[in-house]
Structure formats: C-alpha cells, structure tokens
C-alpha cells in the first residue's frame, strides 16, 4: 500500500498544479497538429497525410510516422518511391479497366484464360480478391463504381458501354455479376441483368449466404433468407 | 430455389473445368506477388512497401495501395513527400531523444514547463501519448529502448548516462519512470530506482490498475493485483 499511497500523493500535487487541457481542445484541429508541437513539423505533416488514407485514424498514422523514423533510410524512401511509381505507372486497362502498367492488362493478354465468361465488379481492386480464390479462369469487367441514384451516379456514369461492346463481339456466353451485396450493387445487377439477356447470353450473380466461418446466430435475417433460398442439395 | 439450382450448375461447371489453386500456392510468395500479377508491378510494390509497415497486413496494403491509386495526384505525391521529408529533417532532440527538427526540441525549449520534474519513456513516440493527456508539464527523457538481457540489451545500449548528467544539475526534484508495464520495462525502472534514489531525487512510478473502460471480469490475475495494492483512498 506505501507505493500506492506515494503516487496518490503524486497525483493530488499534479492536480493542483498543472491546468489541465480538456478534452475539446485536446481533439481539435487536424490529426497531425499535437504530433507537430511535440515531435516537430515532419513527424505532423506525416502524421496528416497518413490519416487521409482509409481505416487509419490518428493513432495509427503516428504509429506509421514513428516506425517510417525508425526504418533504414532506404527502405522508407522505397515506400515513396513506391507511392510516385504507382501514380506515375499505373493506369486502367482499356478493355476491362483493371489496374495495369501496360495499355492492356495481364488478364485480358493471358490467351489461357476463358474468353466465354466474364465477371463483372465494382471497382478495379475486387478483381483482385476474386482472383485470390483461384476458382475463376475467365476474364473480368470493372465497372467503375455502382448504380445510386442518391448519390446522383446513373449507368452512364459507369463503365457499361464498354463491357456491351465487349459481349456484342459474340464470344461471351454467360456474365457473372459479382457487384457488392449492398443497395446500390443489386440495382446495378438487375440492371444489368435486364440489359444483357437480351442479347442471348446468360446472367448470374454471385450467391448470397452465411460467411464461411459465421455463426447463424450472429447473422442477419435478410442474410439468413438469402442463405436458405440459395440453399443447395448435398 | 430455382435462382440456387442455377448458381449450383455453374458451381459444378467450374469446379469441372478450373484447376483450383491450392492454399500453399496461393499464400506463398511475398505479399505483393498476387496483386502485381493481377495489377501489375507497381501496384505489387506498393503493396510490399506498405506491408513492411507495423500492423499493416497484405489485406490493409492493397487498400491502401488502391486508395492512393484513386487519390488526386498532388495527394498522393504529399504522401511521399511526407515521408522524404520525415527521414530527412528529423532528428532526435540531444537534451531528451524526444523527435526534432532542430537540435533542441520544443518541449525542451518550452520556459512554460516545469524543469524539475521529468518523465522518463522507453520511445520518443510515448512522449506523444503522455502529451496527449495535458496532465503532466515538465520535461522528458526518452531511454531509446528497455533493459532486456534476453536481446542482449543492458543499461550501457539506453541514453541513460544523458539523464544522469541532467539529474546532476540539481534542478530536477522528481523523477516519473514511465516505461512500459512490461518485464522489461519493470526491469528498467527498477535498474533506474536504484540509480537514482542515492542522487536525493524523488523517484515514482506511474501506476498499475485497471484501463479505463475495461471490465474487471476481463482483466487478467496481475493486473487486478496491482489495481488492489495500488488502491486510493476516495
């Protein structure tokens, strides 16, 4: 107990003595302002930058700022070299609009691929995770975003005029649309749905369910509707 | 169930046709492998770059990498800026290690803080974090590590001669060991009590006890330990 006691002492003298900042002001101003006044203008320039990127609040982009300080000098300029490379090099394929240093991408080149099938996403980086699976052997179309009407965001918006093109070849026998399972992808489905089967090719969408590794309980109903309406014989 | 027979033909269709890739084939290789396959080199780079980084896996560097991609240029650029700049105008303060930009930080500077009393951190970048409370006003001492036999590390590898050198200049009446409430950290304040105590300097130790918001039911044996002995007198 002297211990405790020694600091309970310590903490009454800091109370009385030091103002203490609230918490208002404590939290205001950009992420990197307290990072600068104490660690200099770099570290809080870095710190601000960091935390424009997705999923990184503060605390993780002063952790990213200290641990660029502490890496060899060449590996933390390899990071931005990395940055200026990819902006300066990358660019969208022009027939599937992939990511791709080249005009076209390594996918739509690749002559082992299966041209009869294409899988239509949201955005460039979801070819991505569904190459990941190593299921899919055909080729791919980004759309470039998804149908929302609220956000003022129509099909001419997207990129649906070059995948028509694309089907019109008469080489694509079935479409699979792999849009989000969210509002604004099954608007994009159905609409894409209606607009492809007429030229006689076959549509499907990627299947709703329980994520592999959930529990039932923890699911929602819609999800556990979907499961249920999708489900398949054993 | 018609919508689910369909999807299961395709499913069998696949199965028939793709040579799945297996697991091992899938994780090996270095954590831009598959992204620079499928999005190409600079895009893999950017995803190996990142994923050196702390608390960044493979899945957090490629949406980071694809979130930089759709960045306005000068944004992203500013990011590797940022980082050139980190590495080469920061420098450790040479009173306290804290991070600078010039020889003498700003909280060493600071006439406002209170020079008898300094907190001793295991990194500069807990400086940040004990700043961030506004509580305490004097000075720092950042070691540049913990005393830890294990890696070889003993006192003679710390910045502690430094803060020796300080305590003798008599002003200092208080020192807080704010290390970590590790073994190593516990190691380095008890190393650091016994140094100091002969030099007539109040040494403390900043408390143990049960994080704010946690559940005593969560915490672990030691922990709820150090919370009793440490206990204050409402």
Do not use: W
């Not at 107990?1 to 900042?21: C, F, L, V, W, Y």
């Not at 990395?82 to 027939?95: E, G, M, P, Q």
């Not at 995770?129 to 149908?147: C, D, P, Q, S, V």
């Not at 009407?149 to 089907?167: M, S, T, V, Y």
């Amino acid at each position: 107990m002297e211990h405790g006691g020694q600091e309970s002492n310590i903490a009454k003298k800091e109370d009385g003595q030091a103002p203490r900042t609230s918490p208002q002001s404590r939290r205001s101003g950009r992420a990197g302002t307290q990072a600068a006044e104490v660690s200099g203008q770099a570290i809080g320039r870095m710190v601000e930058a960091f935390s424009s990127l997705p999923g990184i609040g503060k605390k993780s982009a002063e952790r990213l700022a200290f641990a660029i300080l502490s890496m060899p000098r060449e590996e933390a300029f390899g990071i931005a070299q990395a940055i200026l490379d990819l902006k300066n090099n990358s660019r969208y394929c022009t027939v599937c609009n992939n990511i791709t240093e080249d005009d076209i991408c390594g996918l739509c080149r690749d002559a082992k691929r299966d041209p009869s099938r294409i899988c239509v996403v949201e955005e460039p980086s979801n070819i991505l995770i569904l190459e990941r699976t190593g299921i899919f052997r055909g080729r791919y179309h980004a759309l470039m975003g998804a149908i929302s009407p609220l956000d003022g965001i129509g099909p001419e918006d997207l990129k649906i005029d070059g995948l028509i093109e694309r089907l019109k070849a008469g080489t694509v026998k079935e479409v699979i649309i792999a849009t989000n399972p969210t509002v604004k992808g099954e608007t994009t489905a159905l609409y894409l749905s209606k607009l492809i089967k007429p030229l006689g090719i076959c549509v499907s969408r990627i299947a709703y369910g329980l994520p592999v590794g959930g529990d039932i309980e923890y699911a929602d109903e819609n999800t556990v509707q979907r499961a249920l309406e999708g489900r398949r014989e054993m």
